[in-house]
Nanobody, 128 residues
Framework: QVQLVESGGGLVQAGGSLRLSCAAS????????MGWFRQPPGKEREFVGA????????YYADSVKGRFTISRDNAKNTVYLQMNSLKPDDTAVYYC?????????????????????WGQGTQVTVSS
């Protein structure tokens, strides 16, 4: 079992920045691919990005590419989502997730069903 706890959400004005953190409970954290998803109000959960176990490879959704950056610190069992140039459309509950899968396509890594463990989510609200 891997327990994931997100933090860092809040209210920010458009154009601002936030950094989300996701702390994992397990010492084998470094063996897991970590993903970030979000669920806007009234919509389906959508893929934001993913990072490989080593941190050497990343995938991003087109909607956040160039604005969001995923990183990880395996010594701290933590993955981060740096969000810059935020827009009102980025308003959502943000979730981190863990899987032992690392696929060669972003389409595969963007499927929620590929992930085994999920955090409880943190709210991000971007005001216009």
């Amino acid at each position: 079992q891997v327990q994931l706890v997100e933090s860092g959400g809040g209210l920010v004005q458009a154009g601002g920045s936030l950094r989300l953190s996701c702390a994992a409970s397990r010492r084998t954290f470094s063996r897991y691919t970590m993903g970030w998803f979000r669920q806007p109000p009234g919509k389906e959960r959508e893929f934001v990005g993913a990072i490989s176990w080593s941190g050497g490879s990343t995938y991003y959704a087109d909607s956040v590419k160039g604005r969001f950056t995923i990183s990880r610190d395996n010594a701290k069992n933590t993955v981060y989502l740096q969000m810059n140039s935020l827009k009102p459309d980025d308003t959502a509950v943000y979730y981190c997730a863990a899987t032992k899968v690392w696929a060669t396509t972003v389409q595969t890594m963007g499927v929620p069903g590929e992930y085994d463990y999920w955090g409880q989510g943190t709210q991000v609200t971007v005001s216009s």
